[in-house]
């Protein structure tokens, strides 16, 4: 039973909370270090980069298209009931990866992850809410953006020691157990709660915006793969896919239970942080893409090695992530993300001068610098977004801000994967010309797709990964840049928008209720 003073074992509760989304957010990072082990055609998969961008997006797509759904499913049913259901369905849908034997089944795969990934995250923010009281709750939402770094940690170094002494699966075989007992810890240390005016359900909302998303993407993907938009196979899809998401916000505005309710959006606080939320994913999802392939193709880095280097970034979320709390009260929500906004703008420009010379130490730091403005940036925006709305509300406001962080990662991959993809078709192409035809289009798409067809043709093909090289790194410094511009933005929504720090006497006036 929720009191004002909070949950009596609410720090034990936490804890679970935390360790339950270490599996979600350990796939991903694992992920990302697996990507060239899954490119690989005689130890992986044999992917290519785009079946790469829609091994992430079929993830994140449905993953955002039902968080709103389950969100209220939980409100409804019971939190902890659906977060036990999402453990479930995502260890079962892991080991559907694990043993995936092509690219199109692990794609439908890591689909079945994301609908218990969209069962789990909404849970645990509501339940952190209804468990803390307000006082405590910004100190709880910090632990558990903590708790994220520490998975980002130990995900990229978890992913490489499994790649190099097993094979590419264990990288998904790996959650199982963390589900195992997550699920019993659940069952005896979580309490159930619920909104009792929960919201009514919006299943023609989450197919809408479901076909829309997959639609706009395929379209953008497409693009990429084939160097062009003025293609039917490009540009169909994604018209289409926008006139489906307008008829999406249609259908939204008409009904008075939206599955993504934009009335929200007219309180300034939750409008702005989540607006800053969506351009910083945007940008460094479709930044992050590109760093894998650098590390270990480019700069020849084992799983390991690269899962090593990303240490910094996730050392700099744990260190920085449960002080950004103590920031955001000094100086207010807006000089704290705003600056941080600032510095994610500046790293993101930054990759545009790394090269095959460029010193690790210099990579080390820029990683660093990256994850400390990350961990000021997320616990104060998702606080701001859950204090936006009121507090039974609070699987509404997680589902919300989760929706829009993962639609703006996915839309982040499959537009700057597809900057990538076409910058460096365009570099490599001329050094292609003595290949057959019928491998020509095949070895552009991608540094994965030159390397391999470098290695089938042996000493001939050596000749090829140098420009290879050079082709990557313009592609490279081309799509961080981008990722700067959109991150740029986000600095203008936050200096613009955010709420500065409230006065004394407001602050005195706001807290009163929330204790009474």
């Known amino acids: 039973?929720?009191?004002?003073?909070?949950?009596?074992?609410?720090?034990?509760?936490?804890?679970?909370?935390?360790?339950?989304?270490?599996?979600?957010?350990?796939?991903?990072?694992i992920l990302n270090v697996a990507m060239k082990t899954i490119a690989d055609p005689t130890h992986g998969l044999g992917a290519t980069q785009s079946e790469l961008e829609w091994a992430i997006n079929s993830?994140?797509?449905?993953?955002?298209?039902?968080?709103?759904?389950?969100?209220?499913?939980?409100?409804?049913?019971?939190?902890?009931?659906?977060?036990?259901?999402?453990?479930?369905?995502?260890?079962?849908?892991?080991?559907?990866?694990?043993?995936s034997q092509d690219p199109t089944q692990l794609i439908l795969a890591r689909a079945a992850m994301g609908i218990g990934g969209a069962a789990i995250m909404p849970a645990t923010l509501a339940i952190i809410s209804n468990v803390f009281p307000p006082a405590e709750r910004g100190k709880a939402i910090g632990i558990w953006a903590g708790g994220v770094g520490l998975a980002v940690a130990i995900g990229p170094i978890t992913g490489g020691l499994l790649i190099e002494r097993f094979w590419w699966g264990s990288v998904f075989l790996v959650n199982v157990p963390i589900v195992i007992i997550s699920m019993f810890l659940i069952g005896f240390v979580v309490p159930e709660s619920r909104d009792p005016k929960p919201s009514k359900l919006d299943p023609v909302g989450?197919?809408?915006?479901?076909?829309?998303?997959?639609?706009?993407?395929?379209?953008?993907?497409?693009g990429g793969e084939l160097a062009t938009v003025t293609d039917p196979e490009v540009y169909v899809p994604a018209l289409a896919g926008i006139a489906v998401l307008a008829l999406f916000a249609w259908w939204e505005r008409r009904i008075d239970h939206p599955v993504f309710d934009v009335r929200n959006f007219g309180n300034v606080r939750f409008s702005s942080a989540i607006g800053m939320m969506g351009m910083v994913f945007f940008a460094m999802m479709g930044g992050m893409f590109f760093l894998t392939f650098y590390l270990q193709i480019v700069l020849g880095f084992s799983p390991v090695q690269a899962g090593a280097l990303m240490i910094p970034f996730a050392a700099a979320q744990l260190i920085f992530a449960p002080l950004s709390q103590r920031v955001n009260q000094r100086f207010g929500a807006k000089l704290a993300s705003g600056v941080s906004m600032a510095v994610i703008t500046l790293v993101l420009a930054s990759y545009a001068l790394l090269d095959q010379d460029t010193p690790v130490l210099l990579i080390e730091v820029i990683f660093f610098i990256q994850g400390a403005a990350m961990a000021n940036i997320m616990p104060p925006a998702t606080t701001a977004i859950m204090e936006s709305l009121p507090r039974e509300k609070a699987g509404v406001g997680s589902a919300m801000s989760n929706t829009v962080r993962q639609v703006a990662g996915a839309l982040g991959v499959a537009v700057l994967g597809s900057v990538l993809s076409s910058s460096y078709r365009g570099e490599i192409a001329p050094h292609l010309t003595s290949l057959p035809e019928a491998v020509r289009h095949a070895a552009g798409e991608s540094l994965m797709a030159t390397d391999a067809v470098a290695k089938a043709l042996g000493a001939r093909g050596q000749g090829l990964m140098e420009p290879a090289y050079d082709a990557f790194i313009h592609g490279m410094h081309i799509t961080a840049l981008v990722s700067a511009v959109i991150a740029l933005a986000g600095v203008a929504v936050v200096f613009r928008w955010m709420p500065g720090k409230p006065a004394p006497v407001q602050e005195a006036e706001t807290r009163e209720p929330a204790v009474v």
């Open 1 to 29: 039973m929720e009191t004002h003073a909070g949950h009596p074992r609410r720090w034990t509760i936490l804890g679970v909370l935390v360790f339950s989304l270490l599996a979600v957010v350990l796939d991903n990072t």
């Open 59 to 99: 993830y994140t797509l449905v993953f955002a298209g039902l968080l709103f759904t389950f969100g209220v499913i939980g409100d409804r049913t019971g939190r902890k009931r659906m977060l036990f259901i999402g453990m479930a369905l995502f260890g079962l849908a892991s080991l559907a990866s694990a043993y």
């Open 206 to 222: 989450v197919l809408l915006s479901i076909i829309g998303l997959v639609a706009v993407v395929y379209g953008i993907i497409r």
